[in-house]
């Protein structure tokens, strides 16, 4: 398994402003992902970072609002941008370390913001 | 659409008792399916997976898993629960995309167990 550290571990903000995450891993991976853990409810996939190329987004998540960069295959960060109070929420990295369809994904220990 | 239910919001049990955690899923072709734990102010931890080969699997903490193809069950047991074993718990499936290789997952929307003393 990936050793997974996210940097904050929490954070709380003013309405607007925006806040960078960042996931490193211990290990070349080949696959990133970035979930969302809203109070009380499941995880979401935000998108896939992709190393040397634009992130791929889900249904209802866009470039604009959620940033993603994936410079090489040990880091990714995430930027929730001109945030407010419903962006409150855990914000997990996740790794694939083989890639393929029976690949584990590991997960972060998680990065808990709350906006005010 | 590709999907994974867990009826359950919690499931209380005594101390040394077995356990149960129930999740049905919905997909096409062959299913992957995952069981994850989150203990609190922490993260995702894995505990099992179900690829192929035996129905029973087991993993992390004594945990073990039936993969039921006919009803479409992957419950979670463990024969003798722990008070440490209080924790919220989630069933993920990965969905089958043609020509895209390890995609993320879906996840139900998790079990609180509760276990007393």
């Known amino acids: 398994s990936a050793v997974i550290s996210q940097k904050p571990s929490r954070d709380i903000c003013q309405r607007g402003t925006s806040l960078t995450i960042q996931c490193q891993v211990d290990s070349q991976v080949t696959m990133m992902f970035w979930y969302r853990q809203q109070p009380g409810q499941s995880l979401t996939l935000i998108a896939t970072?992709?190393?040397?190329?634009?992130?791929?987004?889900e249904s209802g998540f866009v470039i604009d609002k959620f940033p993603i960069s994936r410079p090489n295959l040990t880091f990714s960060t995430l930027t929730v941008s001109n945030m407010s109070p419903e962006d409150s929420s855990i914000y997990l990295c996740?790794?694939?370390?083989?890639?393929?369809?029976?690949?584990?994904?590991?997960f972060g220990p998680g990065t808990r913001l709350t906006v005010l | 659409a590709q999907s994974v239910a867990q009826p359950e919001d919690q499931v209380n049990v005594a101390e040394g008792n077995p356990l149960t955690v129930k999740c049905t899923y919905s997909?096409?072709?062959?299913?992957?399916l995952f069981w994850y734990v989150q203990y609190p102010n922490r993260g995702l931890q894995f505990l099992l997976k179900?690829?192929?080969?035996?129905?029973l699997v087991k993993g992390s903490y004594g945990f073990e898993a039936e993969f039921n193809k006919s009803q479409t069950s992957f419950h979670l047991k463990k024969p003798s629960a722990l008070v440490s074993d209080s924790a919220l718990y989630f069933c993920a499936v990965r969905p089958q995309r043609p020509n895209q290789a390890g995609t993320a997952l879906i996840f139900g929307k998790g079990t609180t167990l509760s276990v007393s003393s």
């Open positions: 970072a992709n190393q040397g190329s634009e992130a791929t987004y």
């Open positions: 179900y690829i192929t080969g035996d129905n």
């Open positions: 996740s790794v694939g370390t083989a890639g393929g369809k029976t690949d584990t994904q590991y």
């Open positions: 997909v096409s072709g062959n299913p992957y």
